[in-house]
């Protein structure tokens, strides 16, 4: 099972990486959201699948998850929470200030 | 000895404060006790029974990086100069300086030059020698550069640097190789060990690089482009950086280390070379000048070549004379960059051709000129310092011994004569100098930008000191040998110095070189317009700035052009050449170290349901690809976040999946209500080709990515250590959740800092959208 959740998470990292690469900002802000979610899977798996309990002590268990990744991903959802929120509200900011959501026109001025 | 390096820098600091009250107190005079009070406190260490003293700060002593002071013979002498001739040249700014001119940065910079030539000087530690190189080379640009609205300033500053910073850096590639071979970073313990130096593998590298360095600072043959560029630096500059002290840090460096390569013949044989073709290319193109300026910048170019070449040469006679005519320059080129300095304040140029007569103008001033030029040619005069230190010059090149090498035959055979010739042109533009200031001008027409007089009583006292210093040493010359003289010498070679320094030596060769110069010296400096078109074959056209101009603008034009290439403002290249770069590099790393493993032991079982979650994200993915609608788009990414939320219930990780549930609610719910705002999503009309290189790149991420999550996974090298939470968690922190506890309590700091981020992101969110340039307009 962890090596399907690892091409899992290389198949969302390659869409994330595919959308990112688009020229719209909306799609850009969903590239992120997967790319997010594709490395939470990433970590999640290196701490191994489905051996023991969840990590809540309770009497008589011996066996439980791994903890660290866990408390790792917890971080790491709540701070692309964070990143997207931005994302998504500088592309707001954005598309009003410049009235377009085209990558190729924001370039600045000095190329064009 | 460590306050007498760092009080000029620490004395820098106030030097803004007091220049605040310049206009009733030059800052000059504030700065001036300085190098004075430093120049007193060394005075006490001349003495006959000298002994070099040593000091050690600790600074990095983990890298072997230590502040170690070192006096010697070599040291004391360029601490005196640096000091003395500093004190002067503040004395002489104070009359030289408007004080409407920005004070203040000017002497900061001054001071900086001077505390980081003292520790040049005095370090025994070749990164803190190598530290207080670059800071000269800074400090000299800054200074260069002063009038920073002129033209040529700015480009002989940009100059200077880059030349005297690419010798720097190749100075430092040499200390490296050499503390590496050594084992040690302490200039006297290389010394002690020079039998093991001589013997690497590594020596013609090490030489070739320090020499670099060296050459390029003290402005050797062809690298003395930058000195008379140089010379756009106001004058105080010019006679303190780049006559008496700074330039010499290059001949300081080789003085320093000859001790270690000395007995190597390839020493002798390079700088041999260098020197003596500076010597004699500097004072021909001197003759060439009409600016006073770069006269005496090219005549510095070929003393400071003599001075190189007797480096070289290495024997007694040799390094006596080398030290001897250090001292003996400083004074009479110091005095003679002032001198220039008067003139072109008292007659607004400094244009030869259109100067002249000036004698009955500026009597004193013409007066400190002559000894200082009759001085500089070697005229045989016994009160003149020049002559002692040309003649022992003379009877070195005499002396040199055969070596096993056949170009050192050669070399011995052919310098004497080169070191005839140069000194020809020396005493040929010496009299073109001095002649062409004071003598009779052919063009009886002069009309100068000002009426010229004599120059303020102030200006006059540094140049007299030290012309009083060249007859002094020419009276005396014997005064300072044993007591200063010979300390110097012996700490480059210890067998070097002579008895006594004596004027007249009976009819020897040597004395018969300094007749030859002086007749057909003459001869050609009476003759000189007749035979100046000999500059028009050598060199023509041809000049070392073409090369460095073409090298400049070409190194200018290729790295706007790379950066330009990929600069191009296009989020989607930056993005490709990220990833790409990361693929590569990750990708060849993985193969040529046999990294990727796949190990199929040890795995969980795959039931139904996962499989089904899995599918549905993929497809949920792919989806948002291809929508072309935003609602839609939206709604699929969040399916692909509530997937992974059953993905993270099925793996047992309940405050992930709680967690994640109600981000995912959130930001679909922010998604919504941004979308509202956007342009709808578009059908791409995109080439084949645009959509195959996005194709590749996301792919090529995606598949490294799994191959290093199952490489990962298939190889154990460390232990776990969350054994230690697990462990842990309910006697230490209490709690019996283990994810809480890992969070707010073992990585308490991580997470209150992942809250910091949260706040401020909240608050970027917040300016974003609610503050405008213009109030009202929304």
Not at chain 2, 25 to 50: C, M, R
Not at chain 2, 365 to 379: C, D, E, I, K, Q
Not at chain 2, 499 to 510: E, Q, R
Not at chain 2, 624 to 630: A, D, G, K, R, V
Request: some cysteine; proline content about 3%.
């Amino acid at each position: 099972m962890e090596f399907i959740i690892c091409i899992l998470a290389g198949i969302l990292f390659a869409t994330g990486v595919y959308n990112i690469l688009q020229k719209q900002l909306l799609r850009i802000a969903i590239g992120t959201g997967l790319i997010s979610h594709a490395a939470h899977l990433f970590i999640l798996t290196m701490g191994k699948l489905k051996r023991g309990q969840p990590p809540i002590i309770l009497e008589g268990i011996t066996e439980y998850t791994d903890p660290l990744p866990h408390a790792l991903i917890l971080t790491s959802i709540v701070i692309s929470f964070g990143v997207t929120s931005v994302v998504l509200v500088l592309a707001y900011r954005t598309v009003n200030e410049n009235n377009t959501d085209n990558m190729e026109q924001l370039r600045g001025n000095e190329y064009e | 000895m460590i306050f007498a390096v760092l009080a000029p820098l620490l004395v820098a600091f106030f030097v803004p404060l007091v220049s605040r009250f310049k206009s009733s107190f030059h800052t000059g005079i504030f700065v001036f006790f300085v190098p004075f009070a430093i120049f007193v406190y060394f005075l006490q260490f001349i003495g006959p029974n000298f002994t070099p003293l040593k000091q050690t700060y600790n600074w990095i002593p983990s890298l072997h990086i230590n502040f170690d002071l070192y006096l010697d013979g070599l040291s004391l002498l360029f601490v005196l100069l640096i000091s003395g001739i500093g004190s002067l040249v503040v004395l002489y700014s104070i009359y030289y300086l408007d004080r409407s001119e920005r004070l203040g940065q000017f002497y900061v910079y001054l001071l900086m030059f001077m505390a980081a030539m003292l520790g040049i000087v005095l370090s025994d530690n070749v990164f803190v020698l190598y530290t207080f190189w670059e800071l000269t080379s800074i400090s000299s640009f800054l200074l260069i550069g002063y009038w920073h609205f002129k033209e040529r300033s700015r480009y002989g500053a940009l100059k200077s640097m880059l030349i005297t910073v690419f010798g720097g850096l190749s100075m430092l590639g040499g200390f490296i190789l050499l503390s590496v071979v050594a084992d040690t970073t302490s200039i006297q313990a290389m010394i002690a060990k020079s039998d093991y130096i001589l013997s690497n593998d590594y020596l013609p590298l090490i030489l070739a690089f320090i020499l670099l360095g060296a050459f390029t600072k003290s402005a050797q043959f062809p690298f003395h482009i930058w000195l008379p560029d140089a010379m756009e630096a106001p004058t105080p500059v010019s006679a303190y950086l780049h006559s008496a002290t700074m330039v010499k840090a290059g001949l300081y460096l080789i003085a320093r280390f000859s001790p270690i390569f000395s007995s190597y013949e390839w020493f002798f044989i390079i700088v041999s070379i260098f020197g003596i073709i500076t010597l004699c290319w500097g004072s021909y193109m001197a003759v060439r000048q009409t600016d006073l300026k770069a006269i005496l910048a090219f005549s510095t170019i070929s003393q400071l070549g003599m001075i190189m070449a007797m480096l070289g040469f290495g024997t007694n006679i040799a390094i006596f004379a080398a030290v001897f005519h250090i001292l003996n320059h400083a004074t009479f080129k110091g005095s003679l960059f002032m001198i220039a300095g008067i003139i072109d304040l008292q007659t607004g140029t400094r244009d030869i051709r259109k100067l002249g007569k000036l004698f009955t103008l500026l009597p004193i001033t013409g007066t400190l000129a002559l000894f200082g030029t009759f001085s500089m040619a070697g005229v045989p005069i016994p009160f003149l310092n020049g002559f002692y230190s040309k003649e022992l010059f003379f009877e070195s090149t005499l002396a040199l011994q055969n070596g096993t090498l056949s170009i050192t035959s050669f070399l011995t055979t052919v310098i004497p004569y080169l070191a005839v010739i140069g000194s020809i042109f020396t005493f040929v533009y010496s009299m073109y100098l001095f002649f062409g200031l004071f003598g009779r001008n052919k063009n009886n027409e002069v009309s100068l930008p000002k009426q010229p007089k004599e120059a303020p009583i102030g200006m006059l006292i540094s140049p007299s000191i030290l012309v009083i210093g060249v007859i002094i040493i020419g009276l005396m010359p014997n005064l300072f040998n044993q007591n200063f003289l010979a300390h110097a010498a012996a700490s480059i070679n210890p067998t070097a110095g002579i008895d006594a320094i004596s004027f007249w030596h009976g009819l020897t060769p040597a004395f018969l070189m300094s007749l030859i110069v002086v007749v057909i010296g003459t001869i050609l400096a009476l003759t000189r317009t007749k035979w100046n078109t000999v500059y028009d074959l050598l060199p023509g056209r041809f000049s070392f700035n073409t090369i460095y101009d073409q090298s400049v603008k070409s190194i200018d034009t290729f790295s706007s052009k790379m950066t330009n290439f990929y600069m191009n403002g296009s989020l989607r290249t930056y993005m490709i050449l990220i990833i790409t770069t990361t693929f590569i590099v990750s990708f060849v790393y993985m193969y040529y170290t046999d990294g990727f493993t796949i190990d199929f032991s040890d795995l969980a079982k795959i039931t139904t349901l996962e499989i089904v979650v899995v599918v549905a994200i993929v497809v949920a993915a792919i989806g948002t690809i291809f929508s072309n609608h935003n609602v839609a788009a939206i709604l699929i990414l969040g399916i692909t976040g509530y997937g992974v939320a059953i993905l993270f219930v099925l793996y047992r990780a309940p405050d992930l999946a709680l967690t994640q549930l109600v981000i995912e609610t959130i930001t679909v719910t922010l998604f919504l209500l941004c979308f509202y705002h956007f342009p709808k999503l578009t059908k791409r009309n995109e080439s084949k080709k645009t959509v195959a290189t996005n194709l590749f790149v996301s792919i090529g991420f995606g598949v490294l990515m799994t191959m290093i999550g199952i490489s990962a996974l298939s190889s154990s090298w460390f232990d776990k250590i969350s054994e230690y939470f697990i462990e842990t968690s309910l006697p230490i922190g209490g709690g019996k959740n283990i994810v809480n506890v890992i969070l707010v309590d073992m990585r308490g700091i991580d997470t209150l800092f992942e809250i910091a981020v949260l706040g401020l992101a909240g608050l970027a969110v917040f300016s974003l959208i609610k503050l405008r340039k213009n109030k009202g307009a929304k």
